[in-house]
């Protein structure tokens, strides 16, 4: 078999490993907080912490990958994150599993950084449209499997088999590209911009640190109020820095390009819309609802399914239809779906959330396939990388925040219905601080055990009437944003920002694409 395929299926084998990681995490996510007792807020640094450092890296890690090569970069990341799977398999405690997720998110961002650019090196003419076909399908298929992958192998086996899965697979991406796949650099590449790096860190950290601390405690505690206010510090210095600097990780003047913006918008808002909500989604139906891991992916295949459908079709469609029809729509059809959803009382079955779980999943294809064109198609060849990384960029940090600023209000919510529902009952309002905790832990059989047995049928209406009621005012905030950013992609995103240019034969600098799914 010629070299060229052999880097076709390491790179594959690579990107299917991490995006099936995303989705199985997320139906994970209760039994990750039984076992290892974590706080309500851990649980969120769980998917925070990954789309942080991937959110942080993935420029700069385009940037090293050009200068010291793209092959040695894509082995470095596919040992970090083979690395950061075992030890999160391993984690004994929180945070254990927090910090092996940042490390997973570090050899991700690396990945996601040069696989696209070790393609472009490798293949020519129409080999080239066939590798990157068989790529797209790959990633449809990761986060298409991975909502009932990720159930069946927590229910059979355990959550930790998730993430040790994924050692083995690594193990043979590195033996494969070390010895099959060939070595390339950009001629003239960039500085890495290490303070624009430390800046945009230190800054989404804070911010995101100090949303999750005001779900833990109140929005007027001081480490709250230090940390909001320190991010927006370190990111309007962000802003400065990348300014003045000469090799900029991210240039500034691309936003003067409307379509860009609208790219960038939409890209927030569909990964801090659905995607984000599919965590509180999957906490929803097992904690509420009762049902295992292996039941809620069946379930989530109502969203996935419909989206690797819309998403051959969007990819179709954009070469006839303005993208802007494809991503505005796509958005609406998320928000309607999100408001589909709500309306969900104590007494509500899951069938509530199946006409939503559709619609949503079916404007997500919409949205995904179009972007990518979107963020490259407004910039020179040469910029391309960066744009198209920016994107990606905004995907992330529109998930982190939104997940840490979700919970805050799912807090808020579920603290103000439980206690409603408890006060009429002495026996429950005695106990409603540590029956909130309780809830808020997943441990609810900590609740139950609080109180005498002839209560435990009041409690249980308690418990899922306000889980139902925290989950409603996010399914309200979360459609809110998706159709905000259809009104801006819309009004934004301009045909006539595209750069209609030929298609060059000659490898593209690091070019990685917004990722399907809440990565």
């Known amino acids: 078999m010629e070299k060229k395929w052999w880097t076709l299926l390491a790179v594959c084998v690579g990107t299917f490993m991490l995006l099936l990681d995303v989705t199985i995490v997320i139906v994970a996510i209760p039994n990750i907080q039984r076992g290892l007792h974590a706080t309500f807020g851990q649980i969120q640094w769980v998917i925070d912490a990954y789309a942080l450092t991937l959110a942080s890296l993935l420029l700069t890690a385009g940037v090293l990958a050009d200068r010291y090569g793209r092959r040695l970069l894509f082995i470095v ?95 043979v991406a590195v033996a494969i590209t070390w010895w099959r796949v060939d070595e390339s650099r950009a001629a003239d ?117 419909p989206t690797l459908v819309t998403a051959t079709l969007a990819g179709r469609l954009s070469e006839h239809v303005p993208v802007r029809w494809l991503i505005g729509p796509g958005l609406v059809l998320v928000g309607v779906g999100l408001f589909l959803m709500t309306g969900l009382s104590g007494t509500s079955s899951w069938t509530h959330l199946a ?87 997943g441990q609810t059989s900590a609740a139950f055990n609080a109180v005498p047995k002839a209560l435990h049928g009041q409690l249980e209406g308690a418990v899922k009437s306000s889980f139902a009621s925290g989950i409603n005012d996010l399914l309200y905030v979360t459609g809110a944003l998706a159709l905000v950013g259809a009104v801006f992609s819309v009004l934004l995103i301009r045909s006539r920002d595209f750069a209609h240019r030929q298609a060059v034969e000659a490898p593209p600098t690091t070019t990685p694409q917004p990722v399907p799914g809440p990565a």
């Not at 990633?139 to 990720?150: F, H, K, M, Y």
């Not at 929005?219 to 709250?224: K, L, R, S, Y």
């Not at 960029?393 to 529109?398: A, L």
């Not at 439980?418 to 808020?440: F, S």
């Open 77 to 171: 990341g596919l040992i970090v994150f083979t690395l950061g799977s075992l030890l999160c398999g391993l984690a004994q405690d929180p945070l254990m599993l927090i910090l092996s997720r940042s490390g997973q998110g570090i050899g991700g961002a690396i990945m996601f950084a040069t696989s696209l650019a070790l393609l472009g090196q490798s293949f020519r003419g129409k080999d080239r449209g066939v590798a990157f076909g068989v790529w797209g399908a790959i990633t449809g298929v990761a986060v298409s499997l991975g909502p009932i992958l990720g159930g069946a192998i927590t229910t059979g086996i355990s959550w930790r088999a998730i993430f040790l899965v994924n050692v083995p697979i690594g193990v």
């Open 355 to 441: 006409p939503g779980f559709i619609i949503s999943g079916a404007g997500a294809g919409f949205v995904n396939p179009p972007l990518a064109s979107t963020a490259i198609g407004v910039v020179e060849p040469q910029r391309a990388g960066m744009a198209s990384g920016v994107n990606t960029t905004f995907r992330q940090i529109g998930i982190a925040v939104s997940i840490a600023a979700l919970g805050t209000i799912f807090t808020s919510s579920l603290r103000h219905a439980l206690g409603r529902l408890l006060a009429p009952v002495p026996q429950l309002k005695a106990h409603a601080e540590q029956i909130i905790n309780a809830v808020r832990q």
């Open 189 to 305: 590449p960039g500085r890495p911009d290490w303070t624009g790096f430390a800046l945009l860190t230190a800054g989404l950290i804070s911010l995101v640190y100090g949303l999750i601390r005001a779900g833990e405690t109140s929005w007027g505690d001081a480490g709250v109020v230090i940390c909001l206010v320190l991010g927006g510090i370190l990111l309007v210095g962000f802003a400065v820095a990348e300014a003045r600097v000469k090799d900029p990780m991210f240039d500034l003047a691309l936003f003067r390009v409307p379509t860009f913006d609208g790219g960038l918008i939409a890209a927030f808002c569909m990964n801090g819309s659905l995607f984000a909500m599919l965590l509180y989604l999957v906490l929803y139906l097992q904690y509420a609802l009762g049902y295992s891991a292996l039941q809620t992916g069946l379930r989530l295949l109502l969203i996935s399914g």
